[in-house]
Structure formats: C-alpha cells, structure tokens
T-cell receptor, first 118, second 114 residues
Framework: GAGVSQSPSNKVTEKGKDVELRCDPI?????LYWYRQRLGQGLEFLIY????????KSGLPSDRFSAERTGESVSTLTIQRTQQEDSAVYLC????????????????FGPGTRLTVL | AQSVSQHNHHVILSEAASLELGCNYS??????LFWYVQYPGQHLQLLLK??????LVKGIKGFEAEFIKSKFSFNLRKPSVQWSDTAEYFC????????????FGGGTRVLVKP
C-alpha cells in the first residue's frame, strides 16, 4: 500500500500480559518513529529508528517497552507485563530520513493501534 | 526540555466564523514547525509545515500559519470555517539535531456548528 500500516488496529489484553504492535512504513522511508496518545493527552514520542544507526530510545517510559526494526522495513513495538496506564493509541510514522530538504522531515502517520489493558 | 503549548483545548464556533489556534514552543534553536489534523475516525494528516523562508505558510483546505520567531509562535488560521473542519488540531515541532522526532502540543478540539 501507499501509506503506513499498523496492526492490529485494536488490541485488548489483560494486565500483566505482553503485547506486540507492528508497523509497516512507506517503502523507501529510512526513518521510523513510534508515538503514543493517551486519552485526553497529546502525542508522546517513544522511539526513533534511522537507517542502521542506533535507535533513539529516549522517549520509552520504562524498560517494559522495547522496539525493533528489521533493516529499513517492519518495526515491532513490544510492551511486557502491560499495565492499565499503557492503554493508549500507539502511532507509527515514517519519513524519507534526515536531510536538509523539508521532504525528508515530513512524517506520515499510520492509523494507529488502540491498546486497552484491562 | 523542548515543549509545545496550545492555548485552547476546546473551541466551538459557527460555520463561516474565523479560526485562530495558538501554538508556542520553548526551543530557541532552528526548528521545523507543523500543524497536523485528525478528523473524527481518521489518522493524523499534515495540514501545513514551515522549514524556512516566507514565515506565512499556506496549507491545505484554506489553512495558513504564521511563524513569528520573536514570539516563538506558529499560530494556525482559517478565515472562514466549515462544518467539515471539525477535528482535533495538533501543533508540532522538530529539530534535525534531535532526529526530527516530533514534539506535539496537547491538541485543540475544534467543533464547527452547522
């Protein structure tokens, strides 16, 4: 497809379980970002991948959160031992990558995964 | 830490009214500025962006924004809104030095009454 895709679109889990969220970026986009949006709040940055560089994990809220990216394609965000405060919409975005032109800075967002932790 | 503030959490107005949404950021270096919109049931879409050059930026659907560097502001405007502009609007800032990750404001929910 032409856009960023995410799966699943909705995930309901029990407290303490692990979950995996998937993101397929736009083909050719070297940069990939994860954000989350908790109810009534703005979007928070979680983690960022750029090519083969070490990811920027500065936004991950705890060590229960981790993410991987296979080359310049699919990324998986994993939340271990989920807590109720992890309930949010998790958004993935991709961009062409770092560069001086604005086109490289525009991020395209996927539809998100709505995670509900009971 | 870099932060982005949107002054209004909720705005209600009638069709044909003018809209202005405030956005201020705290970082003093070179930044890229964005407004995103999220229509009900849809994902985030880019409305407009500022990278450099003319501080008055025109985006899609008749929206524009003005970058005022001295005020650290990037306010969004539309002269005459339509019911279809009902949405949540997010201001965001990025810096190349920080990997272009976006820092978002808290969002403003706009309801346009027909």
């Amino acid at each position: 497809g032409a856009g960023v895709s995410q799966s699943p679109s909705n995930k309901v889990t029990e407290k303490g379980k692990d979950v995996e969220l998937r993101c397929d970026p736009i083909s050719g986009h070297t940069a990939l970002y994860w954000y989350r949006q908790r109810l009534g709040q703005g979007l928070e940055f979680l983690i960022y991948f750029q090519g083969n560089s070490a990811p920027d994990k500065s936004g991950l809220p705890s060590d229960r959160f981790s993410a991987e990216r296979t080359g310049e394609s699919v990324s998986t965000l994993t939340i271990q031992r989920t807590q109720q405060e992890d309930s949010a919409v998790y958004l993935c975005a991709s961009s062409l990558g770092l560069g001086g032109r604005l086109a490289y800075n525009e991020q395209f967002f996927g539809p998100g995964t709505r995670l509900t932790v009971l | 830490a870099q932060s982005v503030s949107q002054h209004n959490h909720h705005v209600i107005l009638s069709e044909a009214a003018s809209l202005e949404l405030g956005c201020n950021y705290s970082y003093g270096g070179t930044v890229n500025l964005f407004w995103y919109v999220q229509y009900p049931g849809q994902h985030l879409q880019l409305l407009l962006k500022y990278f450099s050059g003319d501080p008055l930026v025109k985006g899609i659907k008749g929206f524009e924004a003005e970058f005022i560097k001295s005020k650290f502001s990037f306010n969004l405007r539309k002269p005459s809104v339509q019911w279809s502009d009902t949405a949540e609007y997010f201001c965001a800032v990025s810096r190349k030095a920080a990997g272009n990750k976006l820092t978002f404001g808290g969002g403003t929910r706009v309801l346009v009454k027909p």
